[in-house]
């Protein structure tokens, strides 16, 4: 078992299957936390994500979950504490994105987007707070586009991102006096399934960086990691930009 800096911990990461939210799920297993994850499709990728936790040392559990769906949120809350018997980290990273002018993305995309975006976020974060001890963390992954939006095409998604700084710093405020701290990360272009670094149009956002690439989602993983431990303790309602500059 492994004596990282979050042993004894146990955490949950939404969307934790692929790109940023498996690579945070490893992250924490490599500090010692038990991990447990939620995907919405392809259960092979969770099972792999598992078994390398697992492989790291850790305790896993992959949960198939509808987080835009209140029962669905707290079952899944439930079956991770179930499961380890605590909750002491919350990371909030299942994200949707729609792009395009705002005439042409329909009513389904926007309610799409902010179902995962906003209201799954919430409903998680209501679910895990009555579980979470003094000491808890909340960490939700917004985006540098709800701060910089440097093309047309982007309304929908900064907008939801943007409630995601809202819900950071409310919860903040809210939940300080309890001893849990909650913050954000807020990646810029990261290499995943969602914005790959060899999509169309991703030379032009490498570009708008300072460091002039993408990053990769265990340089999310990592900042993710920081706040989640014993060094942020006194860190919250912050919000840490992993963006290579995108914002400068």
Known sequence: MSKGSLAGKAALVTGGSRGIGAATALR??????????????????????????KAAGARAHAIRADLGDATSAQT??????AEFGRLDILVNNAGAAAMGPLEETSVQDAAHVLRVNVRGPYL??????????????????ASCIAEHVPFPGMTLYAM?????????KG?????????????????????TDMNPASGEGAEAQAALTALG???EPEE?????????????????????????????
Do not use: M
Request: aromatic content about 4%; overall charge negative; glycine content about 12%.
């Open 28 to 53: 924490l297993a490599e500090e010692g936390a038990d991990v447990a994850l939620t995907y919405t499709a392809a259960p092979q990728r969770a099972t792999d994500v598992v078994a390398r936790i």
């Open 76 to 81: 899944a809350v439930e079956e991770a504490v």
């Open 124 to 141: 998680v974060a209501r679910a895990a707070v009555p579980h979470l001890p003094a000491g808890g963390r909340i960490i939700n992954v």
């Open 160 to 168: 939801s991102k943007a409630a995601v700084t809202g819900l950071t």
């Open 171 to 191: 919860l903040a405020r809210e939940l300080g006096g309890r001893g849990i701290t909650v913050n954000q990360v807020a990646p810029g272009p990261v290499d």
């Open 213 to 215: 690439r993408y990053g």
């Open 220 to 248: 999310v993983a990592d900042a993710v990691a920081y706040l989640a431990g014993d060094g942020a303790r006194y860190v919250s309602a912050a919000s840490l930009a992993v963006d290579g500059g995108f914002t400068a």
